[in-house]
């Protein structure tokens, strides 16, 4: 164990003696009224806003005043968590995803949220949890005892394909179905022009954003996983992960792909007209739309990712609501009810149409907001459709550390890096950060 685990371990050993005090009696007996609910977050710009602008809302109805605070990406959300751990200056909700609420957990940072759900006065009502369906069982990470609830669900994306619709009509192809086909279709991109591209930038079949989801969502589709729950442990060498990779190494090798060259260039490239495909989450759907629409401004379409299964299998994922353990009942009960706030029907429908995130609640498929953007947007309505796919990456801890290494392993594969040998070793080390973050 190192230094910062042992750390870490203290602190849990002392601060989980302290909420475990904590009884549903005096849950009940809370008085959230009036309180401050610190809200830490990855949003910015126009989702901040839009989030900062219901805090107010909420204020008005509840008397609970939310400060919201910009952290940066996710992973300095979750850095920020764990070192202000059991100290006054740990936030009550944090966003982030069920592996980060698993490493927060871990060291007592966040807090298993069933004792706020089954609280009669203050919890979750049945209709509510029928309401969100297989959403709910969302934060219930199979890889700890008892399944504590660690993620309080709001919102779910895809990892889907978005392509230049009209450039591959002038190929003369459809929607590939199967990775052969995508292949065909990127090597076609690639030794041809499109007629709409705007500039001079060279044509190009798909740019590969190196992101640990997409390298999930490519050994989904190719019927693997990239964790074992029943034994405890990565499987990133398996057969349908070298499958994947030298499914992309093959592109890449014929020049129909590469990594992408800096943030967001697959946004950029294929609004321009010189990238055929992308793979993204649908949580940009807006973002691509308007890149399309300032640059080649034609027809361009979303799909499932390639597959060789049976079905399709697409990554499904969504940073939920994680809730920090200060042992304060009156914030946090009032934190909970923040979190049940920004996820009912009404706010989870809005949130959905703002973001481009899925809804979370069923009702919110009836809502006005929610049809009206089905309507308008046929890529959003085919998104929608597409959750049923979904697959999640691993809720463990030490999946940060680990996306940072699947990412390092992936380029190197699209580099001309041996598959086998970079996977065993990708699979090594993957396992080592997994044994030294649970290892107290």
Known sequence: MNILNKIFFIIILFFSSYLF?????????????????????????????????RAERFEKETGIKVNITYKGHYGKVQSAMMTTAGTSDQADVARGYGNA?????????????????????????????????ANWTVGFSAYFDGNPKLLHEVGKSLEVVYYNK?????LGL?????????????????????????????????????????????????????????????ILNSSEAVAAMEFIQGMAN????????DKYADQQYLGLGSNLFALSSTSGITYFQKAIEEGYNGQWEISKVPHTTKNPVMNLYGGGLIMGNTGNVDKMVAAYQWMKYISNTENSAVWSTESGYGFVRTSSGDHPLIKEKRD???????????????????????????????????AAIING????????????DANAILKDATDN
Not at 28 to 47: I, K, L
Not at 102 to 108: F, T
Not at 111 to 126: C, H, N, P, R, Y
Not at 378 to 397: C, I, N, R, T, W
């Open 254 to 261: 014929k020049g129909c792909a590469q990594v992408t060259r």
């Open 376 to 410: 308008a947007m046929a890529q959003y309505d085919k998104s929608l459709k597409m959750v049923k796919y979904g697959k999640g990456e691993p809720s463990v801890p030490g999946y940060y550390s680990v996306r940072g290494e699947v990412e390092k392993a992936y």
């Open 417 to 428: 890096e041996d598959i086998m040998s970079t996977l065993n070793k990708l699979n090594d």
């Open 174 to 234: 459809s929607e590939p179905q199967t990775p052969a086909e995508f292949a065909e279709a990127a090597c076609a991109a690639t030794n041809s022009t499109f007629s709409g591209r705007v500039g001079d930038t060279a044509s190009l079949g798909y740019e590969i954003d190196t992101d640990a989801s997409n390298f999930a969502a490519w050994v989904f589709a190719h019927g693997g996983d990239v964790f074992d729950y029943g034994a405890g442990q990565y």
């Open 21 to 53: 005090a904590i009884t549903a009696s005096d849950i009940e007996n809370a008085n959230p009224e009036g309180q401050t609910v610190e809200f830490w977050v990855q949003y910015s710009d126009e989702r901040l806003d839009a989030m900062m602008a």
């Open 101 to 133: 609420a698993a490493d927060m957990y871990q060291i007592g940072a966040a807090m298993d949220q069933t004792i706020l759900a089954e609280s009669k006065k203050w919890g979750v009502t049945q209709n509510d949890i029928d309401d969100w369906g």
């Open 166 to 170: 009209d450039w591959l009509n002038e």
